[in-house]
Protein backbone atom coordinates (compact mmCIF):
# COMPACT_ATOMS: atom_id res chain seq x y z
CA UNK A 1 0.00 0.00 0.00
CA UNK A 2 2.96 2.23 0.74
CA UNK A 3 4.34 2.01 -2.85
CA UNK A 4 1.30 2.38 -4.39
CA UNK A 5 0.73 5.60 -2.63
CA UNK A 6 4.64 6.83 -3.23
CA UNK A 7 3.74 5.55 -6.99
CA UNK A 8 0.40 7.59 -6.85
CA UNK A 9 2.35 10.79 -5.36
CA UNK A 10 5.34 10.59 -7.94
CA UNK A 11 2.18 10.36 -10.40
CA UNK A 12 0.63 13.20 -9.38
CA UNK A 13 3.97 15.17 -9.29
CA UNK A 14 5.17 14.54 -12.49
CA UNK A 15 1.34 15.70 -13.67
CA UNK A 16 1.77 19.15 -11.79
CA UNK A 17 5.63 19.27 -13.12
CA UNK A 18 4.21 18.69 -16.48
CA UNK A 19 1.81 21.12 -16.45
CA UNK A 20 3.67 23.88 -15.27
CA UNK A 21 6.49 23.13 -18.01
CA UNK A 22 3.39 23.49 -20.11
CA UNK A 23 1.88 27.17 -18.44
CA UNK A 24 5.07 28.29 -18.89
CA UNK A 25 5.28 27.20 -22.46
CA UNK A 26 1.76 28.68 -23.23
CA UNK A 27 3.16 31.92 -21.41
CA UNK A 28 6.45 32.38 -23.35
CA UNK A 29 4.42 31.11 -26.55
CA UNK A 30 2.15 34.55 -25.64
CA UNK A 31 5.62 36.62 -25.10
CA UNK A 32 6.89 35.69 -27.95
CA UNK A 33 3.20 36.78 -29.75
CA UNK A 34 3.54 39.74 -28.09
CA UNK A 35 6.91 40.84 -28.82
CA UNK A 36 6.00 39.85 -32.51
CA UNK A 37 2.65 41.98 -32.43
CA UNK A 38 4.93 45.16 -31.21
CA UNK A 39 7.76 44.35 -33.75
CA UNK A 40 4.94 44.17 -36.51
CA UNK A 41 3.56 47.58 -35.04
CA UNK A 42 6.59 49.09 -34.96
CA UNK A 43 7.38 48.29 -38.43
CA UNK A 44 3.92 49.48 -39.48
CA UNK A 45 4.47 52.71 -37.93
CA UNK A 46 7.72 52.89 -39.54
CA UNK A 47 6.40 52.55 -42.68
CA UNK A 48 3.47 54.63 -42.11
CA UNK A 49 6.12 57.37 -41.31
CA UNK A 50 7.96 57.06 -44.43
CA UNK A 51 4.86 57.20 -46.87
CA UNK A 52 3.73 60.61 -44.41
CA UNK A 53 7.39 61.45 -45.50
CA UNK A 54 7.22 60.97 -49.10
CA UNK A 55 3.50 62.56 -49.34
CA UNK A 56 4.96 66.05 -47.49
CA UNK A 57 8.07 65.80 -49.89
CA UNK A 58 5.81 65.22 -53.15
CA UNK A 59 3.01 67.88 -51.74
CA UNK A 60 6.26 70.21 -50.98
CA UNK A 61 8.07 69.73 -54.33
CA UNK A 62 4.36 70.56 -55.93
CA UNK A 63 4.44 73.48 -53.96
CA UNK A 64 7.75 74.50 -55.25
CA UNK A 65 7.08 73.82 -58.86
CA UNK A 66 3.81 76.06 -58.72
CA UNK A 67 5.67 78.87 -57.18
CA UNK A 68 8.35 78.35 -59.82
CA UNK A 69 5.52 78.41 -62.64
CA UNK A 70 3.78 81.64 -60.96
CA UNK A 71 6.95 83.58 -60.29
CA UNK A 72 8.35 82.62 -64.09
CA UNK A 73 4.28 83.92 -65.16
CA UNK A 74 5.00 86.93 -63.84
CA UNK A 75 8.26 87.50 -65.07
CA UNK A 76 7.47 87.24 -68.71
CA UNK A 77 4.10 89.43 -67.86
CA UNK A 78 6.78 91.83 -66.05
CA UNK A 79 8.95 92.05 -69.37
CA UNK A 80 5.90 92.61 -71.94
CA UNK A 81 4.87 95.36 -69.72
CA UNK A 82 8.49 96.60 -69.90
CA UNK A 83 8.60 95.85 -73.53
CA UNK A 84 5.55 97.66 -74.14
CA UNK A 85 7.06 100.41 -72.10
CA UNK A 86 10.15 100.56 -74.01
CA UNK A 87 8.34 101.12 -77.46
CA UNK A 88 5.80 103.12 -75.90
CA UNK A 89 8.41 105.63 -74.86
CA UNK A 90 10.46 104.81 -78.39
CA UNK A 91 7.68 106.23 -79.84
CA UNK A 92 7.01 109.52 -78.00
CA UNK A 93 10.58 109.96 -78.37
CA UNK A 94 10.05 109.68 -82.02
CA UNK A 95 6.56 111.89 -81.76
CA UNK A 96 9.07 114.63 -79.69
CA UNK A 97 11.53 114.38 -82.65
CA UNK A 98 9.30 115.32 -85.37
CA UNK A 99 7.57 117.93 -83.15
CA UNK A 100 10.88 119.60 -83.22
CA UNK A 101 11.52 119.04 -86.69
CA UNK A 102 8.48 120.96 -87.40
CA UNK A 103 9.14 123.61 -85.00
CA UNK A 104 12.54 124.64 -86.52
CA UNK A 105 10.76 124.26 -89.94
CA UNK A 106 8.81 127.47 -89.04
Not at 35 to 45: C, E, F, G, I, K
Not at 63 to 72: G, I, K, L, T
Amino acid sequence: RQRTVAFKGRFVDSLVKGRMQSRRSVEQQAQIEDLLARLSNVHHDRDLRRDEIERETRRTQSDNDMERAAMADALSKRDAKTAASLARRDSLELELAEARAALVKQ
